[in-house]
C-alpha cells in the first residue's frame, strides 16, 4: 500500500491580526500563517524553564481549535480538489458567534473553550466532518494504533472507523490547545498562569471562516495552506442528515 506523508485538516484559525491569535502564538511559540518562531511570554519561560516541552506537542498543530481531524489525501484525490471541496463546503454552512472562550483543563491539557457552546456550532462540525470524508483515506494500523482504541467508549471507536477520528459528531468537543499533556503537579498552577495571560485578550469570539492546514511531513508543523469564508446563513435545522440553512 502507498502511503502519502502529507496530511491535511480542517481548523479554525483566529485571524492572524487578532488579539487571540497573537495570545496563542506567544503561548506555543510559533505561527502556522508564516512559519516563524514567536517568543514566548516572558511570564512562562521564568516560571517554568521547560516550557518548551510542555507546548511542544500542541505547537506541531499550530494554534487552532480541530473541525476536521488531520487525514491524508485519498488515492485518486488531489489537493486541487480539495480545494475546491472545502470551499464548497464551507460556503453552504454558518458562521458561528462563540462568544467568550475560558482556558479549562481538557484531560491532561490546558485549552481555551467557550463558556457556552452554541448550537449551530456541531453543525458547522459535522457538515464539514461528513461532506469532505470522501477525500480521506482510510486509516492504517498505526493511525488506529494511536488513538488507543482501548481506552474509547463504543461510538468513539464507532467514530474512528467512519470517520477516522473518535471525538467528532456528538463527541465533538471544541477546544483550542495551549499546553500539555501536563503533570499532575503542573497543572492547576500553568492553568492560572495562562488564565491570567489571556485575560487582556478575552474579547467575543465569531467563526467566519475556516482553514485548510497542512502537514508536509510527521517531522513538520501544521501551516495554514488557505482560508474559506463561511456562509452568513442561519441554521434553522436538520432533515434526514441534510443541513438546511436560510438566508437572512
Not at 136 to 163: C, G, N, V, Y
Amino acid at each position: 500500500m502507498i502511503v502519502m506523508t502529507a496530511r491535511y485538516a480542517i481548523y479554525f484559525v483566529p485571524d492572524a491580526k487578532s488579539p487571540l491569535w497573537a495570545f496563542g502564538t506567544r503561548v506555543l511559540g510559533c505561527d502556522a500563517y508564516n512559519g516563524q518562531i514567536v517568543p514566548f511570554y516572558s511570564e512562562l519561560t521564568s516560571r517554568y524553564k521547560d516550557w518548551g516541552k510542555c507546548v511542544q506537542a500542541p505547537a506541531t498543530y499550530g494554534f487552532h481549535a480541530t473541525l476536521k481531524a488531520p487525514f491524508r489525501l485519498a488515492l485518486g484525490r488531489t489537493e486541487g480538489e480539495l480545494l475546491a471541496a472545502v470551499s464548497a463546503t464551507a460556503a453552504n454552512l454558518p458562521q458561528i458567534t462563540l462568544g467568550y472562550l475560558r482556558a479549562k483543563m481538557v484531560d491532561r491539557h490546558v485549552a481555551l473553550r467557550p463558556e457556552t457552546l452554541p448550537s449551530d456550532l456541531q453543525v458547522l462540525e459535522a457538515g464539514l466532518v461528513t461532506r469532505l470524508d470522501e477525500f480521506r483515506a482510510q486509516l492504517i494500523k498505526s493511525d488506529i494504533t494511536r488513538r488507543q482504541p482501548d481506552t474509547l467508549s463504543h461510538r468513539q471507536l464507532e467514530h474512528l472507523m467512519a470517520w477516522g477520528y473518535p471525538f467528532c459528531l456528538e463527541e465533538f468537543r471544541f477546544h483550542m490547545t495551549l499546553a500539555g499533556p501536563l503533570q499532575d503537579e503542573y497543572r492547576k498552577k500553568v492553568l492560572n498562569t495562562l488564565s491570567d495571560l489571556y485575560e487582556p485578550s478575552n474579547e467575543p469570539v465569531r467563526i467566519s471562516d475556516v482553514a485548510l492546514v497542512k502537514q508536509l511531513s510527521a517531522s513538520s508543523p501544521f501551516f495554514v495552506m488557505k482560508k474559506f469564508q463561511l456562509s452568513d446563513a442561519e441554521h434553522v435545522g436538520l432533515v434526514n442528515s441534510t443541513f438546511v440553512l436560510s438566508h437572512r
